[in-house]
């Protein structure tokens, strides 16, 4: 989901992974903490930038090529 912040008051921070871990399998938490332990400020605003900037990406396919360039595509 990209939310707007057309004000510009949030800046890029990072992400916490927040899920019920009684529902969600080990394999699932572990990937999820890996990619967002991989994720800089930089990816961050690029991904911000991406899906809502000029170009107005489908935020999946940001996504998808982000988790490509990260190694996370097996």
């Keep these: ?3 707007a912040d057309p ?3 949030f800046p890029a921070q990072p992400v916490i992974p927040l899920m019920r871990t009684d529902r969600v399998a ?3 938490v572990e990937v ?3 990619v967002s332990a991989s994720l800089t400020t930089e990816d961050l605003v690029m ?3 991406r899906a809502s900037g000029s170009n ?3 935020p999946k396919d940001v996504a ?3 988790l490509k360039e990260k190694g996370f595509d097996r």
Excluded: Q, S, W
């Design 1 to 3: 989901m990209t939310l």
């Design 7 to 9: 004000l510009n008051n």
């Design 26 to 28: 080990e394999k699932a």
């Design 32 to 34: 999820l903490n890996d």
């Design 47 to 49: 991904l911000n930038e």
């Design 56 to 58: 107005k990406e489908n």
């Design 64 to 66: 998808k090529t982000l």
